[in-house]
């Protein structure tokens, strides 16, 4: 599963490093290993891995990650699968997701 990509520069998951306390949550609760630890701090390895179940920022007590359960990749995936149509993450401008 450490290969698994949904659809590429669509997830909506943000980081803010300066709020980052270096605890290690978000890569134990991360499904696809988005987060990988580097100089004391959290930092994302490929944000295309994420599949915005919202794990992460659930249990940040920082707030340093933020992400929109359940839109775009997640979303179209689930959606693809049951209508065999093709995964898209349903944005007319790119600059939303």
Do not use: W
Not at 9 to 18: E, G, K, P, Q, R
Not at 21 to 45: S, T, Y
Request: glycine content about 8%.
């Amino acid at each position: 599963m450490d290969n698994q990509k949904y659809l590429r520069n669509v997830s909506t998951l943000a980081y803010d490093a300066s709020k980052c306390i270096g605890c290690r949550v978000c890569i134990d609760v991360c499904p696809h290993n988005v987060f990988r630890m580097e100089k004391k701090k959290a930092e994302i390895i490929d944000r295309d891995k994420c599949m915005e179940c919202g794990a992460c920022t659930t249990n940040c007590i920082t707030g340093a990650l933020q992400v929109n359960k359940g839109v775009g990749c997640a979303t179209a995936v689930i959606y693809s699968f049951f209508s065999g149509g093709e995964a898209t993450c349903g944005c007319s401008d790119t600059s939303c997701c």
